[in-house]
């Protein structure tokens, strides 16, 4: 029979521990977040690094496993409330005013996108879950899709963290493309913006691609990726339907559809925002406490992951991944000419 005396150690050691797991994925945070102010990685983004970091420190250092409680608190219960906060990025007033044809620019880009990169990866033979979270994340704002979309599918950590991954690098690669290709597009700073913020992953991503464009092609890039980061809300209504519809095939049971309410929160936040009654410097910190919070849980992700698995599982999705980048390339360019932003 254990005492009460040595009962009270043992818990304060696993509070210590889970403290200590929360705080090895802050301290990757604030680490990527520094990192991703140095030119060439701000396009990679602090998301993207974080991953990166926790899988190099896992490989380099090891994680212990009595650790593991405050990483996956990080990656699972804090992610949530860093993509509520993240609401607060995005005005629908902004969306309103832009007008119907960036919302359709926005859905068709992210309709044909999940349907093609979703096809491409099952002919790979990539499994739905990988499947999915790739296409979700190709069509619709990068690492943040994925991990939403994660515990609707019941996805694992590692196939999260390398879905996530492979998306955030294939953003990136595509980035220093569009800077590349920019005078040569022919596209005025307004198209050439809408373009950016039509097809590429992260919101880093569309900035700095929009960048040799001028501020009128970064404001139009922002206004039209956030419009496609708002989108996230009914794909996740969508995809916890499809979920649901699965498990009933599987168990012949009833099954609860599957309500993502952290991105219902995600929706709300957005609302308190466009009513402009917060402050904009508070508003800003509360964005910047949202990705801290969102990049802890990628860094926990990336701990979670070792080199042999990425290798072993990532390179389907990353083909996958990266056929449908150019399809949708080529697609929200064409549509960029039909909808007459060009």
Request: net charge positive; hydrophobic share 55%.
């Amino acid at each position: 029979m254990i005492s009460q005396d040595s009962a009270v150690p043992r818990r304060k050691r696993k509070t210590n521990a889970f403290i200590l797991g929360i705080g090895l994925t802050l301290i990757l945070s604030l680490l990527a977040k520094g990192l991703s102010l140095f030119p060439f990685l701000s396009i990679m983004g602090q998301l993207v690094l974080a991953i990166i970091l926790g899988m190099i420190y896992r490989a380099a250092v090891g994680v212990p496993e009595y650790i593991m409680p405050g990483v996956s608190f990080s990656n699972k219960k804090l992610l949530r409330f860093g993509i509520i906060l993240l609401g607060m990025r995005l005005n629908l007033m902004d969306i309103a005013h832009a007008g119907p044809k960036v919302v359709l620019l926005a859905a068709v880009n992210i309709t044909v996108t999940i349907f093609i990169v979703y096809g491409l990866a099952r002919l790979l033979k990539v499994d739905r879950t990988m499947s999915l979270m790739t296409a979700c994340g190709t069509a619709i704002c990068g690492a943040a899709a994925v991990v939403a979309i994660a515990p609707l599918i019941k996805a694992k950590d590692q196939e999260t963290a390398v879905s996530a991954a492979t998306v955030a690098i294939l953003g990136t690669l595509f980035t220093l493309i569009y800077v590349g290709l920019y005078p040569f597009l022919g596209l005025t700073p307004t198209g050439y913006g809408a373009f950016a913020g039509g097809t590429l992953h992260e919101v880093a991503h569309a900035i700095a691609a929009a960048a040799p464009g001028g501020k009128e092609a970064e404001d139009m890039a922002v206004i039209v990726k956030l419009t496609r980061v708002a989108l996230l809300v009914p794909v996740s209504l969508c995809v916890g339907y499809w979920a649901s519809r699965r498990q009933e095939e599987k168990t012949h049971q009833k099954s609860k559809i599957q309500i993502p309410w952290f991105v219902l929160g995600f929706l709300l936040m957005s609302g308190v925002n466009s009513l402009g009654i917060i402050p904009h410097a508070v508003t800003t910190q509360i964005i910047n406490l949202a990705y801290i919070l969102i990049a802890m849980a990628m860094a926990g992700l990336g701990l979670n992951v070792d080199f042999a698995f990425f290798r072993r599982k990532g390179v389907k999705p990353f083909a996958a991944g990266l056929m449908g980048s150019v399809i949708l390339a080529i697609m929200g360019y064409a549509l960029i000419h039909v909808l007459g932003f060009a």
